[in-house]
T-cell receptor, first 114, second 109 residues
């Protein structure tokens, strides 16, 4: 079983609030990712990191920001939450070995902005 | 990122084999074919991968065409727990994993 954790699992918050979604992994993986997914819809990559102090934007534009100060920790922050940010956010990590690109996913955070 | 084409949805009866197709006509020589699946209310999980030869593991088998322009994920005996969205993805070193729409597999009891 993968050792990747996300908190909180569920969050209901009012418009304009600042929120941070936490993601941690204990596998020592260099690569970490954030995906956004609405119910029944595609997963969209919004941020990724290939190591400490390295962050990149993904394929879907997002108003969120990320940081990678420690290998095991990859938090996502929304400075001012809006109802359009309501979605599920999934964190993942991976290690490449022998051309196996196996990602491990956390349980997700379901965010509702009212 | 190289592109793949999968049917939007498929149905299969429980305890029967399921063949999930994937076309990847623009695959490059160094692309590895990966399959992931996403069970309801969960994040995706790795299923299997291959380069040229057919592959088997405890979850599934992967059959790769000789020209590598298509592949088929085989579930030998589908159960209700196999109902999920299955993603076929081509990956190379340092590629980002982009999931696409995948194939939604329905299992009929």
């Amino acid at each position: 079983e993968a050792d990747i954790y996300q908190t909180p699992r569920y969050l209901v918050i009012g418009t304009g609030k600042k929120i941070t979604l936490e993601c941690s992994q204990t596998m020592g993986h260099d690569k970490m990712y954030w995906y956004q997914q609405d119910p029944g819809m595609e997963l969209h990559l919004i941020h990724y990191s290939y190591g400490v102090n390295s962050t990149e934007k993904g394929d879907l534009s997002s108003e969120s920001t990320v940081s990678r100060i420690r290998t095991e920790h990859f938090p996502l922050t929304l400075e001012s939450a809006r109802p359009s940010h309501t979605s599920q956010y999934l964190c993942a990590s991976s290690a490449d070995y022998n051309h196996v690109y196996e990602q491990y996913f956390g349980p997700g955070t379901r965010l509702t902005v009212t | 990122d190289a592109k793949t084409t999968q049917p939007n949805s498929m149905e299969s009866n429980e305890e029967e084999p399921v063949h999930l197709p994937c076309n990847h006509s623009t695959i490059s020589g160094t692309d590895y074919i990966h399959w992931y699946r996403q069970l309801p209310s969960q994040g995706p999980e790795y299923v299997i991968h291959g380069l040229t030869s057919n592959v088997n593991n405890r979850m599934a088998s992967l059959a790769i065409a000789e020209d590598r322009k298509s592949s088929t994920l085989i579930l030998h005996r589908a159960t209700l727990r196999d109902a999920a969205v299955y993603y076929c993805i081509l990956l190379n070193r340092d590629d980002k994993i982009i999931f696409g729409k995948g194939t939604r597999l329905h299992i009929l009891p």
